[in-house]
């Protein structure tokens, strides 16, 4: 740490009154003077953007007002991953809300395929509600150079809400809104799906003279932020903050019966609840079947109704698993028959009856076993499509970008990506992407780290500190969970192994620096009294390390007294009782 930084944690101890572990937490995230860490700890949507900053939003605005003013049938065309789907039920309910007459259209990932086509024009045009006069694509539509053309020549006019790369030429739409379009200027470049499409509610609640209502629909927001793995700082922390609190308090009726579905307890909702918990199963409406199951959930306006779209989801993600499963199980066979370690940088995968609905997120497992780029494929029509998922530090579309010669299509973001090819050049696309993967991946980005954020005694745990650490959360990219690294710890009692399938390790430890009860400590308030005063114990659980139980023990068998270890803090809720609980990355 420089000497600026040493400078910078001693006045943040100081000016917020918090230990120095987290004063170095902080500094780490920039965070370095006082205002800096109230508007961290203090998000508030007083500080998001101007949504007019974003190029094109005084044109979507004026068209859209024009729409409802002349009665005119809007679509919204939106995805069908969480992203899309929340975008779309986000702007059909707030629309209704300011009295348009709006539909919505969510591809048929089977027939339609991903984004804005011509096949699911078609199908928009001819609603039931009527031939809309407007389009606003979501999370999709900015290469869809020549479905925005198709839509105008059948007398629509298209408005653009999306945040992936755009291509060289960009679409003929009435407006475009993203932030990553060249020549906007809007300050975060990061923004989901979702976000661009809530700038938009945003900017028409101020025109329609309700600004305040805007907020309402910030758990979309908070849902595809944490689904789609955007950077969580800034504008972003301060949407997902807020859009949480709100699935928290006051769930709509739609997201209370997907909680209980997934069987989290209410209150207790966070990002990783939402990726592991929520996300999957509104993914599983649209990989197999109708993703609009996705957006009628959402758009519930009675328990009854959300019960049963609940219901249905959950089947969906059941069988979704199974799929999901078998899929795995032969990608990981094919990839270590044929995996390279010294030569290969990226692993492609294709195998024609692979259910096209489970692709990316196998390729994601992938990525997670293999700590390698994945692009899998199956065939659909003939044609191999597919996801592509990367790993820290590699922009797989700029890769799929300079092998464009030998791809139909390819469309996405630096992390994920989506690609189509004929399937007898799958084999020459591998050896091509793999030969672009050999100059963009360092030996660095293919070895898993642990960012360390601060050290850390035992003996320093109290509940104030975790209580100062549950506040760094929404947790995501940029604002990850903190690890801390102790040494002199001492393993307290016999580690045992729990868990059913993968096994943990879990153990109780304190410091081998003994804390004696003095009288000050004991007198302080509990909240800052430390755990292991007088000798107590704090758990430890390492998930998926259960192999590792005899690297606890010394060369005699009993417990180690002398364990370096990297830990997050967390909170275990058990019989209505919190504790905490210390989550185990590594030690030695």
Known sequence: MQMEDIEAVRGLQQSINVPESIASVLVGRGIKTFEDARDFFRPSIERLHDPYLLHDMDRAVERITLAINRREQIAIYGDYDVDGTTSTAMLTLFLESIGACVSFHTPDRFTEGYGLSI??????????????????????????VDAVAYARSHGADVIICDHHEPADVLPEAYAILNPIKPGCGYPNKSL??????????????GTFGIPEAAAEYLDFVALASSADIVSLKGENRIMTSRGLAILNENPRPGLRALIDAARIKHGRLGTNQIVFGLAPRINAAGRLGDGGRAVRLMCAKTDQEALEAASELELANSDRRKIDEGAFLEACVMVDAMLDRTADRIIVLHHPDWHAGVIGIVASRLVERYHLPVILMTTIDGIAKGSARSIPGFDIHSALKRCEALLITFGGHKYAAGVSIQTDRVSEFRTSVNIVALEMVSDAMLEPEIDISALIELNDLTPKLFAIVRQFSPFGPDNTRPFFYAHHVEIVGTPRIVGRGTSHLKFQVRSSLPLKPDPEL????????????????????????????????????????????????????????????LVVRDFK
Request: glycine fraction near 16%; proline fraction near 5%; include cysteine.
């Open 192 to 205: 989901c799906g979702c976000g661009v499409g809530f700038k938009l509610v945003q900017a028409l609640s």
């Open 119 to 144: 096949s699911g024009l078609d199908r928009c045009l001819n609603h039931p509600d009527g031939k809309p006069g407007l389009i606003i694509s979501i999370d999709c539509g900015i290469t869809a």
């Open 522 to 581: 004991v007198r302080a308030s509990p909240n800052v009294r430390p755990f292991t005063l007088g000798g107590g114990t704090i758990e430890a659980i390492g998930f998926g390390l259960g192999d590792r139980i005899n690297e606890l023990l010394d060369e005699s068998g009993r417990s180690r007294q002398n364990l370096e270890m990297v830990f997050a803090l967390e909170e275990n809720e058990y019989m209505g009782k919190i504790n905490p609980q």
